[in-house]
Structure formats: structure tokens, C-alpha cells
């Protein structure tokens, strides 16, 4: 059974920093690559950043030079820092890990964790 289990959110003021974790248990976590999405009341998911199994990432143009995914495998963990946040970083935040075998797509996802940011 696959888990992903965030951690982390909460309210913070524009201008501060918190640091989301996904703990991951039921895969084999270094094979897969790793991402965060957020989803704000009435719009679509997006794409916050991604890191794949070799450790390189990519970032939603928002988000660039502020948030900084990194995973640790021997923790079977995924992390978020966010720093400089501002009101419209306010969403869910979701955590996901996919891997793509020939056709086959695995794709499992967290239960997300609410992030505030108030102005």
C-alpha cells in the first residue's frame, strides 16, 4: 500500500518561509521522481516543482528563486522550502511520486496540507 504523507502547512505571514514534508512509504522511493502541485480554491492544479530520481529540478516560474524542492532517500522523504511567500502561494499543497515503465504510468498522491499566507 502506497503512502504519501505531507506535512508542514500552515499560516504564515508575506514574507516568511516554511518547509513542507512528504514522507513516502510502499515504493521504492530513489526510483522515483518526486513533485509538489498546489490547487487553490476554484483553479486548476499546477505544478510547484518536480525533482527526479537523479536530483534535477524544475520550477513553476512563480515560484523560481523562492521555493527549492530537495528529496533525502534514505528518509524516503520529499521536502518544500518556501521562502518569501506570498498571498497567492495560498493553496493545497500535494505531494506526488510518478515513475513511467514502457506504458505503464504510476502515479500516486498525498492527501495534501493547507498553506495560508496572509498580506
Known amino acids: 500500500q502506497v503512502q504519501l504523507v505531507e506535512s508542514g502547512g500552515g499560516f504564515m505571514q508575506a514574507g516568511g518561509s516554511l518547509r513542507l514534508s512528504c514522507a513516502a512509504s510502499g515504493i521504492t522511493f530513489r526510483i522515483y521522481a518526486m513533485a509538489w502541485y498546489r490547487q487553490a480554491p476554484g483553479k486548476q492544479r499546477e505544478l510547484v516543482a518536480d525533482i527526479t530520481s537523479g536530483g534535477s529540478t524544475n520550477y513553476l516560474d512563480s515560484v523560481k528563486g523562492r521555493f527549492t524542492i530537495s528529496r533525502d532517500n534514505a528518509k524516503n522523504t520529499v521536502y518544500l522550502q518556501m521562502n518569501s511567500l506570498k498571498p497567492e502561494d495560498t493553496s493545497v499543497y500535494y505531494c506526488?511520486?510518478?515513475?513511467?515503465?514502457?506504458?505503464?504510468?504510476?502515479?500516486?498522491w498525498g492527501q495534501g496540507t493547507q498553506v495560508t499566507v496572509s498580506s
Open positions: 506526488n511520486a510518478h515513475r513511467r515503465v514502457g506504458a505503464s504510468d504510476y502515479n500516486y
